[in-house]
C-alpha cells in the first residue's frame, strides 16, 4: 500500500474515484512549493511539498509538533519560508503581508480561538466583512453615502453568516459570553466574512464532544458546497477520514503521505508516525 | 469591601441600563440640557446658585477654559489609547506642537516675522500636528506595549528640550503677543480679548461637541472596529484583513489633530507659549483622566478630563490647619487614582465592552464564593 502513497501525487489521484474526466480541469488553488522553514537550527518545516485543488477538502494531519500549525503559519504570512515558495491562485505569496493574502481570499481560524473577546458577534463578524470594504477615514467622519452602504453590507453579510454556522441568536453578546462551541462557530463565520476561497481550519473539532463533532462536519461540507476549498487539521481521525478528499500527513516537518484518505490510512509509515513502530523495524 | 463595590456598581448599571432603554427624544433631550448647562456655566448669574462647585481662588471662568482644554485633550487620547489600544505617554507633545507653531507663525517674537493671524496659523498648526504624529508613528508603530510608551515618552520629552534649549523657540524666554482668535461684537470690541476667558471656553465647548461628533462617527464604522480589533488582539485583526498598521497611523494622526487643536485655542487664549508650559506631568494627566474616566468611552475621557483639571484646580486658595491645599493637590490626585483602581478599575463610565467584562468577573467571584 505504501508504494502507492510514495507515488508522486498526480491529480487523478487527488479526485474522488468517479472523477478522473474531471482531472485535467482540476485547478490547483494553493501550491507549497518545497518550502522549509527554519528558526535558529530549528527545522520546523523540511521540504514541505502538497497542491491544493479548488473545490477540495484537504486534511492536513500529524502527530502533536509535525508542523500542520507552523505551515498554516507560513500560509497565511504569519512565518515566511526560509526556503521555497508559497503560491495562491497562481500568485506568488511568499513576503506579502497578512491583511494582502487575506484580501487574496485565504482565511483561517485558530487552535486556541482568537476572537476579538471584547466585541459583539455581529461586530467580529463585520471586522471580518471590512476586509473588502474601502470606507475611508473621511467617508467614516462625515458619514458618506459609501459608510452607509458598506455598514449595511456589512450588517447583513454577518446576520447572513449567523445564521449559516447556526448561532442567529448571539448577535449582540460579547464573543467572550458565547460557549466554547459557539465561539468556535463565530470563528468560522468570521473567517467567511472575508469572502475566502480558501477556509483554513485549524484543529476546529478540539474539545468538541461526538454531537457537536457531527454538527461540525456537517457545516464543514456546507461551506465546501458553497464553493469554499477547505484546509483541515484535525487530530481527530474519523473526523478527518469521514470528511476530507484527500489527506496530506506530516511528521517532524516532513511530509510523508499524501493521498486518498482510504490510502493513507493504510499507510505502514503513517500508522508508524501515530502508533510507534516496533524495534524491528527500525532502519 | 466587595459590597461597597456592588453597591458602587449597581448603581451605575442601573443609570447606564435606564439611559440605553430610554426613548430616543429623551436622551437627545437629557444631552440638550446638559450642552445648554455647560453653555451657561461661566455666568456669574448661573453658578452664584451652585453651592460650592465654583472655584473660590480664581476666576471660574479661567478654570473652566483650563478644564474645557483637557477634556478635549482626554478625547483625542482616548482615541489612541482607549480604541486603539497604544499606550501613548507623551501626548502633550502634539500640543506643544500646535501651540509652538501658532506661536512660530504669529508672535512679533518669532524668528519669522510673518505674524499672521491666529485662524491662519491654525489649519496649519493642524496640519504639521498630524504629520509629526504620522512622523512619530512611522517608525515607532512597529513597536508594541511597553516598548511604544517608552518611545512616545522620549518624543515628548524631545519637544520639551528642543523647546528649551533651541534659540530659534526661544527656552523659557517665549513667544509673547500671540493674537488672539478674530471676531469682534456690535460695538466694536473684540470677543476673544484679555479680561474676559468665557468667550475662549464657549469656543472650546463648540469645538469639543463638533470632535466628539467626529469621534463618535470613527468610532461607529468600520474605522472604530478596526481600532478595536487591533486593540484586542493585533495578529488575529490581520489576518482577518485589517491593515493594522494604516489604521495605527490614522490613531495616531487623529489623536494628534486634536491634541494640536487644544495647543492652538490654548496659544491663542494665554498671547504666551514657553517652553514651561511643557512639563512631562501634563502627558501623565491626561492619560490619568482617560483611565479614570473610563479608557475606551468617549462620555468616560470627557468626565475624567473634566474631573481631573477641576480637582487640581479646586484646591486652589483653600487654606485648611494653615496648609495651602493647592501645593499638596498631586498629592490629592494620586490618592483619588489609588482609590479608583482599587474600588473601578474599568473607571468611572467604562465603555459597554469592558463594563461587560467587570460584570462577569464579578458573577465569577460570587459563584466562585
Keep these: ?29 494553493l501550491e507549497v512549493d ?23 477538502i484537504l486534511g492536513l494531519i500529524g ?22 515558495e508559497i503560491r495562491f491562485r497562481g500568485e506568488r505569496i511568499t513576503g506579502k503581508k497578512k491583511h494582502q493574502i487575506t484580501k ?96 483554513c481550519l485549524d484543529e476546529p473539532a478540539a ?7 457531527e454538527e461540525l462536519l456537517q457545516l464543514i461540507r456546507k461551506i465546501r458546497d458553497q464553493g469554499v476549498t477547505v484546509l483541515l487539521i484535525e487530530h481527530d481521525m474519523r473526523l478527518v477520514m469521514g470528511v476530507t478528499d484527500r489527506i496530506v500527513v506530516l511528521e517532524f516537518g516532513k511530509k510523508i503521505a499524501d493521498g486518498l484518505p482510504a490510502e493513507v490510512r493504510e499507510d505502514h509509515r503513517v500508522i508508524a508516525a501515530y502508533l510507534g513502530v516496533p524495534d524491528d523495524d527500525v532502519a | 469591601m ?95 506642537v500646535g501651540a509652538y507653531t501658532v506661536a512660530v507663525l504669529t508672535s512679533p517674537s518669532s524668528d519669522l516675522k510673518t505674524l499672521w493671524p491666529w485662524l491662519l496659523a491654525l489649519p496649519v498648526a493642524l496640519v504639521l500636528t498630524m504629520i509629526s504624529g504620522v512622523m512619530l508613528g512611522t517608525p515607532t508603530l512597529r513597536l508594541r506595549g511597553d516598548y511604544l510608551a517608552i518611545v512616545t515618552l522620549g518624543f515628548a520629552e524631545m519637544i520639551r528640550v528642543a523647546a528649551t534649549s533651541s534659540e530659534f523657540l526661544k527656552g523659557q524666554r517665549g513667544f509673547n503677543q500671540i493674537p488672539h482668535p478674530p471676531g469682534s461684537y456690535a460695538d466694536g470690541k473684540p470677543i476673544f480679548g484679555v479680561l474676559d476667558p468665557r468667550p475662549y471656553y464657549w469656543l472650546v465647548l463648540t469645538l469639543i461637541i463638533l470632535v466628539v461628533i467626529g469621534v463618535r462617527n470613527l468610532n461607529r464604522s468600520r474605522v472604530g472596529r478596526a481600532w478595536i480589533s487591533i486593540r484586542e488582539d493585533e495578529d488575529a485583526a490581520q489576518l482577518m484583513g485589517v491593515p493594522t498598521f494604516k489604521f495605527k497611523l490614522w490613531a495616531f494622526a487623529s489623536g494628534a489633530f486634536i491634541g494640536g487643536l487644544a495647543g492652538a485655542l490654548f496659544a491663542g487664549k494665554q498671547n504666551f507659549v514657553s517652553s514651561q508650559n511643557l ?51 498631586f498629592m490629592f490626585f494620586g ?16 465603555n459597554r465592552r469592558r463594563a461587560a467584562e467587570f460584570k462577569d468577573r464579578r458573577k465569577e467571584v460570587i459563584v466562585g464564593g
Design chain 2, 2 to 96: 466587595t459590597s461597597v463595590r456592588e453597591w458602587i456598581y449597581s448603581g451605575r448599571h442601573a443609570v447606564s441600563e435606564r439611559w440605553h432603554h430610554a426613548p430616543r427624544w429623551m436622551r437627545w433631550a437629557v444631552i440638550a440640557a446638559v450642552i445648554v448647562f455647560f453653555y451657561a456655566l461661566p455666568n456669574r448669574e448661573f453658578y452664584q446658585w451652585l453651592g460650592p462647585i465654583p472655584t473660590t481662588g480664581s476666576n471660574f471662568g479661567q478654570v473652566l477654559f483650563t478644564i474645557s482644554i483637557y477634556v478635549l485633550l482626554a478625547v483625542g487620547l482616548n482615541i489612541v489609547v482607549g480604541f486603539a489600544g497604544l499606550l501613548d505617554l507623551g501626548y502633550f507633545g502634539f500640543f506643544a
Design chain 1, 63 to 84: 502527530p502533536n509538533g509535525a508542523g500542520k500549525t507552523t505551515c498554516f503559519n507560513a500560509m497565511t504570512g504569519i512565518y515566511q519560508p526560509s526556503e521555497g
Design chain 1, 104 to 199: 487574496l481570499g485565504m482565511a483561517r481560524t485558530f487552535q486556541n480561538i482568537r476572537l476579538f473577546p471584547e466585541m459583539t458577534a455581529l461586530e467580529n463578524i463585520q471586522v471580518g466583512a471590512d476586509a473588502h470594504h474601502k470606507t475611508s477615514v473621511l467617508s467614516a467622519l462625515f458619514r458618506l453615502p459609501r459608510h452607509h452602504r458598506e455598514e449595511r453590507d456589512g450588517r447583513e453579510k454577518a446576520e447572513r453568516l449567523l445564521d449559516f454556522v447556526g448561532i442567529p441568536g448571539r448577535m449582540h453578546d460579547l464573543a467572550r459570553n458565547l460557549s466554547y462551541g459557539e465561539q468556535r462557530r463565530l470563528e468560522i463565520a468570521r473567517a467567511l466574512a472575508t469572502d475566502p476561497v480558501l477556509l
Design chain 2, 335 to 350: 490618592l483619588v487614582l489609588v482609590v479608583m483602581m482599587i474600588f473601578r478599575p474599568q473607571g468611572l463610565i467604562p
Design chain 1, 1 to 29: 500500500m505504501g508504494e502507492t502513497v510514495q507515488k508522486p501525487t498526480v491529480p487523478e489521484q487527488a479526485g474522488p474515484p468517479a472523477a478522473e474526466s474531471t482531472a485535467a480541469t482540476r485547478e490547483p488553488l
Design chain 1, 34 to 56: 518545497h518550502v522549509t522553514l527554519r528558526f535558529g537550527g530549528v527545522v520546523a518545516l523540511n521540504d514541505v511539498d502538497f497542491t491544493l485543488y479548488k473545490g477540495e
Design chain 2, 279 to 329: 512639563e512631562l506631568l501634563n502627558s501623565i494627566i491626561i492619560l490619568a483622566a482617560v483611565i479614570l474616566g473610563g479608557s475606551g468611552n468617549i462620555v468616560g475621557a470627557i468626565v475624567g478630563g473634566g474631573l481631573v483639571a477641576y480637582m487640581i484646580e479646586r484646591f486652589r486658595g483653600i487654606e485648611l490647619l494653615g496648609i495651602q491645599l493647592y501645593e499638596y493637590r
Design chain 1, 207 to 213: 474539545g468538541f464532544n461526538p454531537a457537536e463533532k
